[in-house]
């Protein structure tokens, strides 16, 4: 669970690098049938930035930690891009499609921590 947490606090760290803002942090861990602990949601003002995002979360995870994601999701389309780290599941959005999605909701047990960027 330690490990987890330190994967947060840099996964976090690396979208604030990027300037990714809306950063809502869905703790799972204590519901029963998810598929990870943690949801951590953002978002970008352009597909540009929503990639940048991505990369900078993938690249900051692997220099500090060495850990590579076990999938990744979205690249290329850059709407909405998911980054699976089994017990984290980093979501980095447009604003419109987050809106349209609206997952940090979808869970209405989830204890959600907003941060302010």
């Not at 669970?1 to 979208?15: A, D, F, H, N, S």
């Not at 995002?53 to 900051?60: R, T």
């Amino acid at each position: 669970m330690k490990e987890t947490k330190r994967l947060v606090e840099l996964i976090t760290k690396g979208i604030q690098d990027k300037k990714g803002h809306g950063i809502v942090i869905a703790d799972l861990s204590g519901i029963d049938g998810t598929i990870c602990n943690y949801f951590i949601i953002c978002q970008g003002n352009s597909t540009q930035q929503v990639e940048a995002i991505a990369e900078s979360v993938s690249d900051y995870v692997r220099e500090t930690i060495g850990e590579k994601p076990v999938n990744c999701a979205g690249l290329g389309n850059d709407q909405w891009v998911a980054i699976d780290y089994v017990d984290v599941i980093v979501h980095v959005f447009l604003p419109e499609t987050r809106a349209f999605y609206d997952i940090e909701h979808l869970w209405e047990d989830a204890k959600l921590l907003t941060y302010q960027t």
